[in-house]
């Protein structure tokens, strides 16, 4: 992974420094690579849903995304929230920001320079900063989103070892790929071809669908009875179906 230029690290860190926030990030302009929304429930009760975009600009790849979270869920407890994820021309991450509109007092802010992530997090306990030695394969995964496991297989995730940062949580966890069979799905309207995958997060074994053409299709954690499925309609951005205008299956 090539290095963030040190003139957007500095132009960051005096940002940071003066307004108490990055430069904010927007999944506009450039070339629609997915958009959609996904239904998330728990115990099949619904709890919440998300919506998000994925765009190109040049090499990298930018996302937005907002979880909205309802009152019968014990993982984001009725809340609005906002994360955005810029990467480099390899699709590591380089800039990372989730803020919490309405709910808890919280804000994240990470950079990415060579092997290190620098996360800031901001809440209602005070401020504190800690900083992530990391190899390539590092994949950003908060907590209740779902499209960030895109960037997975981004990675190429059957290939090489990955390393998953829970910025909600402050901490890492190795990303283990286990077995894939091919499956049909129900989402997006209809049924659909299908990998499912099983992936391993630290000791939380979660399965995924993915379709032909590279997207997110269904996540399931198993042990926490959670399941999210995309639906049909747009996402944030105009112009796209749910199952995105760029195919997805090529880094």
């Given at each position: 992974?090539?290095?963030?230029?040190?003139?957007?690290?500095?132009a960051?860190?005096?940002?940071?420094?003066?307004?108490?926030?990055?430069?904010?990030?927007?999944a506009?302009?450039?070339?629609?690579?997915?958009s959609?929304r996904?239904?998330?429930?728990?115990?099949?009760?619904s709890?919440?849903?998300?919506?998000?975009?994925?765009?190109?600009?040049a090499s990298s790849?930018?996302?937005?995304?907002?979880?909205?979270?309802?009152?019968?869920?014990?993982?984001?407890?009725?809340?609005?929230?906002?994360?955005r994820?810029?990467?480099?021309?390899?699709?590591?991450?380089?800039?990372?920001?989730?803020q919490?509109?309405?709910?808890d007092?919280?804000?994240?802010?990470g950079?990415?320079s060579g092997?290190?992530?620098?996360?800031?997090?901001?809440a209602?306990?005070?401020e504190?900063?800690?900083?992530?030695?990391?190899?390539?394969?590092?994949?950003?995964?908060?907590s209740?989103?779902?499209?960030?496991?895109?960037?997975l297989f981004?990675?190429?995730?059957d290939?090489?070892?990955?390393?998953?940062?829970?910025?909600?949580?402050?901490?890492?966890?190795?990303?283990?790929?286990?077995?894939?069979?091919?499956?049909?799905?129900?989402?997006?309207g209809?049924?659909?071809?299908?990998?499912?995958w099983?992936?391993?997060v630290?000791e939380?074994?979660?399965?995924?669908?993915?379709?032909?053409?590279?997207?997110i299709?269904r996540?399931?954690?198993?042990?926490d009875?959670?399941?999210?499925v995309?639906?049909?309609?747009?996402?944030?951005?105009?112009?796209?179906?749910?199952?995105?205008?760029?195919?997805?299956?090529?880094?």
């Open positions: 992974m090539r290095p963030v230029r040190p003139a957007l690290l500095q960051l860190a005096v940002m940071v420094a003066i307004t108490g926030v990055a430069t904010p990030l927007h506009q302009g450039g070339r629609q690579v997915d959609g996904f239904r998330i429930t728990r115990a099949g009760q709890v919440g849903t998300e919506v998000f975009a994925i765009r190109r600009e790849l930018r996302s937005v995304a907002r979880l909205t979270t309802g009152r019968d869920t014990a993982l984001l407890s009725d809340r609005i929230v906002e994360a994820l810029q990467t480099d021309e390899e699709h590591e991450p380089v800039l990372f920001e989730l919490v509109q309405r709910g007092d919280l804000s994240l802010v950079v990415r092997q290190r992530f620098r996360l800031r997090t901001r209602a306990e005070g504190r900063w800690k900083e992530f030695l990391v190899p390539s394969g590092l994949v950003i995964l908060p209740g989103f779902v499209h960030f496991h895109h960037f981004r990675q190429r995730a290939e090489q070892r990955l390393t998953a940062l829970l910025p909600m949580e402050g901490v890492e966890r190795r990303i283990r790929i286990g077995s894939q069979r091919a499956d049909t799905v129900r989402a997006g209809g049924r659909r071809p299908a990998t499912r099983e992936i391993t630290g939380e074994r979660r399965l995924v669908w993915r379709g032909p053409e590279g997207r299709l996540v399931e954690i198993p042990a009875d959670w399941v999210a995309r639906t049909a309609g747009n996402g944030p951005s105009a112009g796209g179906d749910a199952l995105g205008d760029e195919p997805t299956n090529q880094p």
